[in-house]
Nanobody
Framework: EVLFVESGGGLVQAGGSLRLSCAASGFTFDHYSIGWFRQAPGKEREGVSC????????YYVDSVKGRFTISSDNAKYTVSLQMNSLKPEDTAVYYCAVGLLGECSETFYRTGYWGQGTQVTVSS
């Protein structure tokens, strides 16, 4: 059974910080990508950031570069996203996802599974 445990969303003022964490289980893949995508009301899903289990390479969407940092500890299928200097346009539901391709890209989540999501709201 695939299971995602996501935490860390919430309400923060613009310029503030939040840290999202995720632990996934139920997978048996040696190579995968793990990270986050988001979806704001009325907008398409957007790959935010991911990290490859193969070589640790990361991906960030341009709008979060320099503000968000993704990390994964030695435990498989765990990932955190440190979000600093948050902006109102970062407001969305953030989903932790595991992609079944080891490479990391904007669309990494489309090949895999994701959790129920956690709401991030940034007030101006």
């Amino acid at each position: 059974e695939v299971l995602f445990v996501e935490s860390g969303g919430g309400l923060v003022q613009a310029g503030g910080s939040l840290r999202l964490s995720c632990a996934a289980s139920g997978f048996t893949f040696d190579h995968y990508s793990i990270g986050w995508f988001r979806q704001a009301p009325g907008k398409e899903r957007e790959g935010v950031s991911c990290i490859s289990s193969i070589d640790g390479r990361t991906y960030y969407v341009d709008s979060v570069k320099g503000r968000f940092t993704i990390s994964s500890d030695n435990a498989k299928y765990t990932v955190s996203l440190q979000m600093n200097s948050l902006k109102p346009e970062d407001t969305a539901v953030y989903y932790c996802a595991v992609g079944l391709l080891g490479e990391c890209s904007e669309t990494f989540y489309r090949t895999g599974y994701w959790g129920q999501g956690t709401q991030v709201t940034v007030s101006s």
